[in-house]
């Protein structure tokens, strides 16, 4: 199709949109955004929440806030909100700390539930490198050893000895969908606990936790959840797990009775566990406000949209880059493919920077690869389309 | 004294204070708040700073500013505004993670330090709870048994077996101020590692870490150093110990090329190594515009006026308060009472309530503890003389 027959042919989709007018919730400008997938742009309504937080919760209300303004349990209730863009019934997730730390936590504790005679951890070969280390100190400290293995063959990998396994929901590199529901199953059949890594999945498309029986899982706030920068991440222990789960960092916020200062350590029952110290309200703030954008929307419509966005963004850059001078790492598979297009190319490096420079934002990851991720809440298809066009023309 | 008598000390020692201006860079109202031992008041430069990071670094610049606004170093730049006020060169502290996660890998990492057959890790009997829990978390992954001593003994306590000792340098109930130099010196002849947590300490009096030669501490930044809610914790890692530090947290912002997404984990080298996850910038943010305040504020002058707060408010309370009907649990001692005064009161839960009912607002300590914290640089000598004369009047 011609340039501008996908022009026009963009226009129409972003008019039949029904997701269209969230984009009206999120401060933008005249770039092209496809690296929410890396830091999601700013929803709108998070400035005057957090300058609320600080002026008057922190500054005039100051201490009676923990009580007041709802500070104390911001981790849960956060976590509630999360719960349904995730699959999850209220009260399995509880936000906070960094996505390695809940890694730590949710590694270590499958290890522990597993229980005796299982010493192996098996991590996705592809992993996202934290994970990888993350889980190789929790082998360390448990007396297990960590095998990476190829997720094709998983289902023959994981044994009698294997604990944990850990696996990334999408590949960050490739862009590639695992199977969560028959991976899950696979590794629960072994008996073997599974932790998912929802970073580049959780709000872009449906992760059904608790449909599929998920054991844990982690994620982290700031991608497709719009969370911030660095804002804190999150962990789902399945209700059925919650009473056994016995965290490596047991803090004083996962004591039964915090203020007590009992000087023997009692975990408290439910999702709150999973806390550690003192949580960080500031940007709990900022994402308990960026998540208000989900209200009344389904997940299902945001996959819908994303599949489409990047199907387009696939058959411009078909019709518009010279053939040969990318290749698609993206699996073209519905069923195999997350919320951004990574394209192979061989002076990635050079090409992004002159996207930047053009006001299309994405990321290059090392040593080859053109990464583009598509945030179905803020991006349209003319944005799409003109991404394509200045990638060609760059090209 | 009489009562007019101790409000006219107050008036002329407010007059020749020289740290009384600095009160001005603070957001106060009529309330007496000696609650900065528990959460600092707001500094007056962090609205405007943290607006700024969520419209424009954020909002704006998006990604670009992990480079371009200095989000990526920020846990290191940080750090070392901390590093003078608790008498660290630069180079050693790195601001991140909870204070309970950074026990933790304070803890761990001087267990591996100490090296092999040594196996027990002591901590201070009267330790804040969550300092215990981890403590006895580390020790468990580590193959360490945890014991509780009194400071009194520990110097006959720590032996060839001991690896490390973790040690609260201000006690929180109490407020009493242990010998930092004494008891390193103690652990350290024992060939033990002492890790100090400086919560109750940093800010409100000089530490001396270098200078002490203390191997590792931990520390918060929501009290006497005014970050704000939750605002993250920092690690210090003397330099000599920095090449042998090995975190039970390694994750990919401790990796020398955090960006290589190499599948094995090499440690970078300086405070960088305590480094976990993606830095939470929000907080940050507000933390680094906090400790603006501190610029050509010597920490000796603040513990002098500490002391005269502390001095002059025990002096009012018992001219004031009814013989009888508190006892003081803070040393009268300067060598051992930190920036606080806690007095026992068979009702202080309902006192305390009464207090704050009246504009005087300090914390409650299960089972019979009112805790008085004193701001040197926002509190002044007519605060204190109010806040004893409304708890004569509620008494």
Known sequence: MSESALAIRAAELDAADELGKIREQFVLDETVYLDGNSLGALPAAVPAHVADVVAREWGELRIRSWTESGWWEAPERIGDLIAPLVGAAAGQIVVGD????NVFKAVVGAVRLAGEGRDEILV???TFPTDGYIATSAARLTGCTVRPVPLDSLAAAVGPRTAAVLINHVDYRSGRLHDLPGLTAAVQAAGALVVWDLCHSAGALPVGLDAHGVDLAVGCTYKFLNGGPGSPAYLYVAARHQAAFDSPLPGWNSHVEPFGMRPEFMPVDGARRGRVGTPDILSMAALEAALGVWDGV????VRAKSLALTD???????AYVPEGR??????LDHDARGSQVALRCEDASDVMAALIARG?????RAPDVLRFGFTPLYLGFADVERAARVLAEVL
Chains 1, 2 share one sequence.
Do not use: K, Q
Request: glycine fraction near 6%; charged fraction near 15%; proline fraction near 7%.
């Open 124 to 126: 996705d070969e592809g």
């Open 326 to 331: 990318v290749s698609v790492l993206t699996p």
């Open 98 to 101: 960094s996505t390695s730390v």
């Open 360 to 364: 299309v934002v994405g990321d290059f």
């Open 298 to 301: 389904p997940v299902e419509a």
């Open 312 to 318: 387009f963004f696939l058959e411009c850059v078909a």
